[in-house]
């Protein structure tokens, strides 16, 4: 009866739709595909592939080499008629290439085979730490690395709670924001107004009212709100409400340094390189022109090869451009194709380079690396958003003063706010250059950095986060 009653229903049912038939195949496919794209990123890159850039920079180097040396150098020191210039020349522009030819040769010779420092060669595996935190759970949730957070600011007590409510008129109890949800008139949610809070809004709603300034969640911005417009509402809005939300992440808890692929605790500053499939010391970036990545232990050498590589490219393309533009008016515009090959090249590293260079001295400078120099940017784009929300597009002085505001009562973001300021720029120079001038140019000695412990900035607490500076050591503030 039961089997009856299946066929029954099978032939009621009919035959399968192919339209949904297709959906599904396709869907299938759709995440079979993002498996093994996820599967891929995970693994670690073939050495052969992590090797092919240094294969193809030695064959560049010796390119240029034999173009400059060969098609350049002989012919003026063997005098031929063609030759931009005598034999002088030719052995002086021979000895200069040489020089700097052996400087770039022993420069990324010691930046390849040095290695970044590698954390699994320090740490064991170990479970995942238990991150105990004192604050609740809607405080960590609304933290943004960017530093757009909530900021709690304490309710007045004591003798201030006092004077305030004398000073303060009754009034109705103020609206009752949740975190994360306020957004002003223009449709921006405003990750860093503090008036969120309940106790803050109270005390906010208190000190605009006595300042003659209207505040969003007043009684009597709200009995006004239809007869304004909204170029009036943006006139009258408190600045005062807006200040600056420094990223809150404890940063230096071993719960938070914990490496989920390799199951260990991550020393301070190292990352997980993907490319390399294991965790770097001082992880500052994966660089293919070196094969590997760039860490505590190579950062020094990737510099100093970055200078003499600069140097090696400046030289070569201005004395092959100088002999280019000398023989093109002898010849009647007849130019050798293979030196503008290698002008070429020499002018786009150049550039390159010299990019490099300027970024990581400012970096070393400041005793940070590239991941750490972008989160240090999206708190300054931050803060420039708030500063937009405050003052209108020409008020560069009133943002200029307010910045300066927020600097008197927090520190500059990239100095007194970065976790490993040193307290100078020689100090950050030297902790990753070295005391030797000789050191600074020269690919000889090692990194004064192990990688594993970071003096800290006291300006933080013991977890990793910015302290105000009422908070600092007294020397300090």
């Not at 690919?443 to 908070?471: K, V």
Request: aromatic share 10%; charged share 25%; with cysteine.
């Amino acid at each position: 009866m039961a089997d009856s009653a299946r066929k029954h229903e099978g032939k009621d049912a009919g035959p399968p739709d192919p339209e949904h038939k297709c959906c599904g195949v396709v869907d299938e496919a759709v995440a079979r595909s993002r498996t093994r794209r996820e599967r891929r990123k995970q693994r670690p890159m073939n050495w052969l592939v992590l090797k092919l850039a240094v294969g193809i920079t030695v064959g560049i180097i010796a390119y240029s080499t034999y173009v400059y040396v060969g098609r350049l150098c002989v012919p003026m020191i063997r005098r031929r008629a063609d030759a931009p210039g005598g034999r002088g020349l030719g052995v002086a522009f021979l000895v200069v290439f040489c020089v700097l030819l052996l400087m770039l040769l022993w420069s990324y010779e010691k930046i390849v085979l040095t290695p970044p420092g590698l954390a699994r060669d320090h740490v064991q595996k170990s479970e995942r730490p238990v991150l105990e935190s004192t604050t609740p759970a809607w405080w960590d949730a609304a933290q943004d690395y960017s530093g757009t957070e909530f900021q709690y600011v304490p309710p007045p007590q004591g003798e201030e709670l006092q004077r305030e409510m004398e000073v303060r008129p009754p009034r109705a109890q103020p609206k009752r924001l949740s975190a994360g949800t306020h957004t002003d008139e223009d449709g921006e949610a405003n990750a860093g107004v503090t008036d969120a809070i309940p106790p803050v809004a109270e005390a906010r709603v208190a000190h605009s009212t006595d300042s003659g300034t209207l505040s969003p969640s007043s009684p009597s911005s709200n009995g006004h709100a239809n007869a304004q417009s909204s170029g009036q509402l943006k006139q009258q809005r408190p600045t005062q409400m807006y200040t600056r939300q420094p990223q809150g992440a404890p940063v230096l808890l071993p719960a938070m340094r914990y490496c989920q692929r390799e199951e260990f605790v991550k020393p301070p500053r190292a990352h997980h390189c993907r490319a390399c499939g294991t965790c770097i010391l001082r992880y500052d970036h994966h660089c293919p022109w070196i094969g590997q990545c760039v860490g505590a232990r190579n950062h020094k050498f990737f510099l100093i090869f970055n200078e003499w590589t600069w140097l090696f490219c400046v030289w070569t393309f201005s004395t092959l451009m100088a002999s280019v533009i000398r023989t093109a008016k002898r010849q009647h515009g007849h130019v050798d194709p293979q030196k503008i090959v290698v002008i070429v090249f020499a002018a786009m590293f150049a550039f390159f380079t010299s990019s490099l260079i300027f970024a990581h001295v400012d970096l070393i400078m400041h005793n940070q690396t590239t991941v750490e120099s972008l989160g240090v940017r999206r708190m300054k784009d931050a803060e420039k958003r708030k500063l937009s929300r405050m003052h209108r597009w020409y008020e560069f002085g009133a943002k200029r003063r307010t910045r300066q505001q927020w600097d008197a009562e927090w520190g500059r973001i990239g100095c007194e706010g970065n976790l490993w300021w040193l307290g100078s720029y020689r100090a950050n120079w030297e902790s990753v250059m070295g005391e030797s001038i000789l050191g600074w140019f020269l690919p000889i000695g090692h990194s004064p950095l192990d990688g594993l412990s970071f003096p800290t900035n006291p300006r933080f607490d013991a977890e990793g986060r910015w302290r105000p500076r009422r908070e600092w050591p007294q020397e300090l503030q």
